[in-house]
T-cell receptor
């Protein structure tokens, strides 16, 4: 069965330093997509970055990059130059193959990141 | 900008009440989803819909039903609310385009308390 694992329930990072949030996945589908979302204390989920299973290069979006290692089935999020506003819960998610007329998505349990001044 | 709105941010209901949670998106997305979020469990899919009047069960549909009469609106119904349905409920929408990411866009969430 498809699965997303985030093993770090909480992390601290010093402001202006880089931090890596871990995500491993399990799927037998050759076509899938991987996402990272940020959830601040306000509650709304914010899409950060996407990586397709056939993409050759790692995705980047500003200070966010996704370290995609297909053979290891990992999709770690790297945040460079952390800011206080990065303090939030971060979720890794996977888009499963097409079933029931559309895609379904599964989520990890999240990592709570705290940026220290 | 995609906008997904939910009818209430906070809701308090009594055990046994029928509860309606409404979700509206303004970007003509085919797909809409309802999740519940509980600490340590992440987001769990309750129901989803890929077209008007079409609905599919997610991973935890028991005690819930949904309605999608119009493309932009997806309602979650708790037929008889119970205390174990106290949770944060998140609605999301997405396009269905096989060649793209199809990321989900989320509403602000409804924190439901059942007493």
């Amino acid at each position: 069965a498809q699965k997303i694992t985030q093993t770090q329930p909480g992390m601290f990072v010093q402001e202006k330093e880089a931090v890596t949030l871990d995500c491993t996945y399990d799927t037998s589908d050759p076509s899938y997509g991987l996402f990272w979302y940020k959830q601040p204390s306000s509650g709304e989920m914010i899409f950060l970055i996407y990586q397709g299973s056939y993409d050759q290069q790692n995705a980047t979006e500003g200070r966010y990059s996704l370290n995609f290692q297909k053979a290891r089935k990992s999709a770690n999020l790297v945040i460079s130059a952390s800011q206080l506003g990065d303090s939030a819960m971060y979720f890794c998610a996977m888009r499963e193959g097409r079933t029931s007329g559309t895609y379904k998505y599964i989520f990890g349990t999240g990592t709570r990141l705290k940026v220290l001044a | 900008d995609v906008k997904v709105t939910q009818s209430s941010r906070y809701l308090v209901k009594r055990t046994g009440e029928k509860v309606f949670l409404e979700c509206v998106q303004d970007m003509d997305h085919e797909n809409m989803f309802w999740y519940r979020q509980d600490p340590g469990l992440g987001l769990r899919l309750i129901y989803f819909s890929y077209d008007v009047k079409m609905k599919e069960k997610g991973d935890i549909p028991e005690g819930y039903s949904v309605s999608r009469e119009k493309k932009e609106r997806f309602s979650l119904i708790l037929e008889s609310a119970s205390t174990n349905q106290t949770s944060m409920y998140l609605c999301a929408s997405s396009l269905y385009q096989p060649s793209t990411g199809n990321e989900q866009y989320f509403g602000p969430g409804t924190r439901l308390t059942v007493t």
